[in-house]
């Protein structure tokens, strides 16, 4: 009990580390800011174009840096904890690797939580509209409403990024540690939803943290759930641009579920002729 508790208690330093790099960014930004300004006063230039995009990108700029210094730093954490198991893998003459079959489930498993989630928050507006309105005050705060290219660099390719790394990465490694896989993918699951501080964002996110972390223990590889983060991710930017109808998302929820049934059904057959050979 002792053991699971410090393995509990150690599973969220990469967190806190996260924690700690974004509030440094904050202020680093904030101090670069104040330099700034002070250099245009002293150069008597009152006015820069580039300044002022920095102004009003700052919270994207800010978090897409301290994302990637996230991501140099706990790389090497990562590393560090998987080097014992990958060559034990290598041993057992296992080699992780994400074919064409890989890519297309993940490719549709990562359609179907988009279509799915934008399906029941549609259904959520009827429902709750008040709760509603402060998600969709959040997601133009992330950039939703009118993406540009800095919210576009954080959202699609730093966040798959640096928070697989962090919670199927770093968390859910070190929790499997000292606990069955099922318990540690549920745990970091629950840190993911909690992470993003939103109620409505953090159900969601909870049930996808768990998908993602089934995807890496299938696999074998963290590139799975990197991937299936990134087409979520970069999904939701298009259908937030080009306005997909209600409707819409609806046949579209049902076509990804279809092909994800048929994919598996599949898979079952392939496993059945490869045992009966």
């Known amino acids: 009990m002792i ?21 440094a960014a904050a202020l680093g930004g904030q101090i670069l800011i104040i330099w700034a300004n002070q250099f245009m006063a002293m150069a008597h230039v009152y006015q820069s174009p580039v300044l002022q995009y920095a102004v009003d990108q700052y919270v994207y ?26 060559a034990a893998y290598l041993e057992r003459g296992y080699k992780s690797a994400l074919d064409s079959g890989a890519i297309i489930g993940i490719f549709f498993t990562a359609l179907f939580i988009q279509f799915a989630v934008s399906s029941l928050l549609n ?17 133009e ?36 540690r000292s606990f ?14 909690i992470y993003h501080m939103n109620l409505i964002q953090g159900c969601y996110a909870f049930v996808m943290g768990l998908i993602l972390g089934r995807l890496v223990k299938k696999y074998g590889t963290l590139k799975a759930s990197i991937l299936c983060h990134f087409i979520i991710n970069f999904s939701g ?10 409707f819409g998302i609806f046949i579209g929820t049902l076509v990804c579920a279809g092909i994800l049934v048929l ?15």
């Open 263 to 277: 994919l598996y059904i599949w898979e079952r057959r392939k496993n059945e002729d490869f045992l009966y050979r």
């Open 123 to 139: 259904i959520l507006a009827i429902v709750a509209p008040n709760l509603m309105g402060q998600y969709m005050e959040v997601m």
């Open 61 to 86: 700029i800010v978090s897409a840096a301290s994302y990637g210094l996230f991501f140099l730093v706990g790389y090497f954490w990562y590393r560090r904890i998987v080097a014992g198991r990958r």
């Open 3 to 23: 053991e699971k508790a410090k393995t509990l208690l150690l599973s969220l330093t990469p967190i806190a580390l996260m924690y700690i790099i974004q509030i």
């Open 237 to 246: 930017q298009v259908i937030s641009v080009i306005n997909f109808s209600v």
């Open 180 to 193: 069955p896989f099922w318990v540690a993918n549920f745990l970091q699951a629950l840190f993911f939803g």
């Open 141 to 176: 705060g992330l950039g939703m409403a009118k993406p540009s290219v800095i919210s576009m660099l954080y959202v699609v390719v730093m966040a798959p990024l640096a928070e697989e790394l962090l919670m199927r990465g770093l968390c859910l490694k070190i929790l499997e």
